[in-house]
């Protein structure tokens, strides 16, 4: 069973920057796709930005474009989130999530698609 590990999140000003990580133990692979989300209560928890087995092939949801980075270092099972000009609105809780180790070169922004999730790390970006 793979069990994932966030952490990074925080207390940060609007303009500020993060850098979550997320590593996965037990039984992972490289082949694993990787993602983040993010929810806020009341709130479908929303795909922010997804990496493939080997990073060739990244989604990043339109508000993530330009401000966060999605990244994969597969020799330390990590994954990170680098979020930059942090908005008021950026406030959530941060789950990372992994799916099956399937080394598909696609990656999907779908919940669904991911099996194994963390137990989330709180975001606050105070205005």
């Known amino acids: 069973q793979v069990q994932l590990v966030e952490s990074g999140g925080g207390l940060v000003q609007a303009g500020g920057s993060l850098r979550l990580s997320c590593v996965a133990s037990g039984g992972t692979s490289s082949g694993h796709a990787m993602a983040w989300f993010r929810q806020v209560p009341g709130k479908e928890r929303e795909c922010v930005a997804a990496i493939n087995w080997n990073g060739d092939n990244r989604w990043r949801a339109d508000f993530a474009v330009g401000r966060f980075t999605i990244s994969k270092e597969n020799a330390k099972n990590t994954v990170y989130l680098q979020m930059n000009s942090l908005k008021p609105e950026d406030t959530a809780v941060y789950y990372c999530?992994?799916?099956?180790?399937?080394?598909?070169?696609?990656?999907?922004?779908?919940?669904?698609?991911?099996?194994?999730w963390g137990q989330g790390t709180q975001v606050t970006v105070s205005s």
């Open positions: 999530a992994a799916d099956r180790p399937n080394f598909a070169s696609v990656v999907s922004p779908m919940k669904k698609e991911y099996d194994y």
